[in-house]
């Protein structure tokens, strides 16, 4: 669940006369916009869950609005780099950021950041939602979230978990379920998530939240304890969220999705919406999604925006509550 380079099979962006050939009449004709390729400025390096999101779907977005999109990696200071391009940017809609929650979400809490996540910026879409598990070690007597609790209550201090690093996504996801259950963890972050799983394949620690622990669990090498998410993942029927066990009830996720500059017109913004929207239900694009282990978790502007606010409150509570700061 952080934006750790993951393999996988990429395409260059359509050239304009293929993407004009798969346009959607539909679409492609209202309006103006677009008339010339958009630039996708990408706030982290090629390979992570941010990039191949917004890959994924903005290639299916290019076929049908009929212009390429220029992705353009721009990775760095937690996604400052590409933030304050887009910030700085013309409001025609020509430029957009592929983002992540933490951008508008965490890192303002922490650090100061060249840009303002709600007054220079406009949210576009939400397009994907990384899958994320809590993981035990076999050693851990436990099956689910409410023997876990019992377990942790009736061993304080005694269980750690391990997270992709501070502040991290996470580290946050231990810290609310210890708000939440009234437990004591004990937090022990490593440089990255790799390495945070095989401490917990190894007994060093005992948890795990994130992406990684999926095939794991699935291989039967640690014990799936809950999602982490909204809902159920196809592929782990039987694993219920932390929600149906009556915790997670603010749980955020870690999702991705599309920014323009302040000011970007409204059509511009709803009709690139209304097309990641399209996108996002495409049969093809839900399996790339699937493939990359991400789900199709699409939120319009309007919802993206209050989906921010309740996030960012979330976050920040979790941060100051647990005096989480960053060198």
Same mark, same amino acid.
């Given at each position: @669940?952080?934006?750790? &380079?993951?393999?996988?099979?990429?395409?260059?962006?359509?050239?304009?006369?293929?993407?004009?050939?798969?346009?959607?009449?539909?679409?492609?004709?209202?309006?103006?916009?677009?008339? *010339?390729?958009?630039?996708?400025?990408?706030?982290?390096?090629?390979?992570?869950?941010?990039?191949?999101?917004?890959?994924?779907?903005?290639?299916?977005?290019?076929? @049908?609005?009929?212009?390429?999109?220029?992705?353009?990696?721009?990775?760095?200071?937690?996604?400052?780099?590409?933030?304050?391009?887009?910030?700085?940017?013309?409001?025609?809609?020509?430029?957009?950021?592929? @983002?992540?929650?933490? @951008?508008?979400?965490?890192?303002?809490?922490?650090?100061?950041?060249?840009?303002?996540?709600?007054?220079?910026?406009?949210?576009?879409?939400?397009?994907?939602?990384?899958?994320?598990?809590?993981?035990?070690?076999?050693?851990?007597?436990?099956?689910?979230?409410?023997?876990?609790?019992?377990?942790?209550?009736?061993? &304080?201090?005694?269980?750690?978990?391990?997270?992709?690093?501070?502040?991290?996504?996470?580290?946050?996801?231990?810290?609310?379920?210890?708000?939440? +259950?009234?437990?004591?963890?004990?937090?022990?972050?490593?440089?990255?998530?790799?390495?945070?799983?095989?401490?917990?394949?190894?007994?060093?620690?005992?948890?795990?939240?994130?992406?990684?622990?999926?095939?794991?669990?699935?291989?039967?090498?640690?014990?799936?304890?809950?999602?982490?998410?909204?809902?159920?993942?196809?592929?782990?029927?039987?694993?219920?969220?932390?929600?149906?066990?009556?915790?997670?009830?603010?749980?955020?996720?870690?999702?991705?999705?599309?920014?323009? &500059?302040?000011?970007?017109?409204?059509?511009?913004?709803? *009709?690139?919406?209304?097309?990641?929207?399209?996108?996002?239900?495409?049969?093809?694009?839900?399996?790339?999604?699937?493939?990359?282990?991400?789900?199709?978790?699409?939120?319009?502007?309007?919802?993206?925006?209050?989906?921010?606010? +309740?996030?960012?409150?979330?976050?920040?509570?979790?941060?100051?509550?647990?005096?989480?700061?960053?060198?």
């Amino acid at each position: @669940m952080t934006d750790k &380079p993951i393999k996988l099979g990429r395409r260059t962006v359509l050239g304009g006369a293929a993407a004009a050939s798969l346009a959607t009449p539909a679409i492609a004709q209202q309006g103006e916009w677009p008339n *010339k390729p958009v630039r996708v400025v990408i706030a982290y390096p090629p390979g992570g869950p941010t990039d191949m999101s917004t890959r994924i779907v903005l290639d299916r977005v290019q076929s @049908m609005l009929g212009q390429p999109f220029i992705f353009d990696n721009r990775g760095g200071a937690s996604g400052a780099i590409g933030a304050e391009i887009v910030k700085n940017a013309p409001n025609d809609g020509y430029t957009v950021l592929g @983002m992540t929650v933490a @951008m508008v979400c965490i890192t303002p809490h922490l650090q100061p950041i060249p840009y303002h996540p709600v007054n220079d910026f406009v949210p576009v879409a939400r397009m994907a939602t990384s899958w994320g598990a809590l993981a035990a070690h076999p050693s851990v007597p436990v099956s689910n979230i409410k023997e876990l609790v019992a377990h942790a209550k009736a061993n &304080p201090g005694k269980l750690h978990w391990g997270s992709s690093g501070m502040a991290t996504i996470t580290q946050l996801f231990g810290e609310m379920l210890k708000f939440e +259950a009234g437990i004591d963890l004990v937090h022990v972050p490593y440089k990255g998530s790799a390495q945070a799983l095989q401490a917990v394949m190894s007994g060093e620690v005992q948890l795990q939240f994130d992406q990684l622990t999926l095939a794991q669990i699935k291989a039967g090498k640690l014990k799936g304890i809950a999602m982490l998410g909204e809902a159920r993942h196809p592929d782990h029927p039987n694993l219920p969220t932390m929600r149906e066990d009556g915790y997670g009830k603010d749980m955020a996720d870690s999702w991705y999705g599309i920014l323009a &500059p302040t000011g970007t017109p409204k059509p511009i913004v709803d *009709k690139l919406a209304k097309a990641i929207g399209e996108a996002v239900k495409d049969p093809a694009v839900v399996a790339k999604l699937h493939n990359a282990g991400l789900q199709s978790t699409y939120l319009n502007s309007e919802e993206m925006r209050e989906r921010i606010a +309740a996030e960012s409150k979330t976050f920040g509570d979790i941060i100051r509550r647990a005096n989480i700061k960053i060198s």
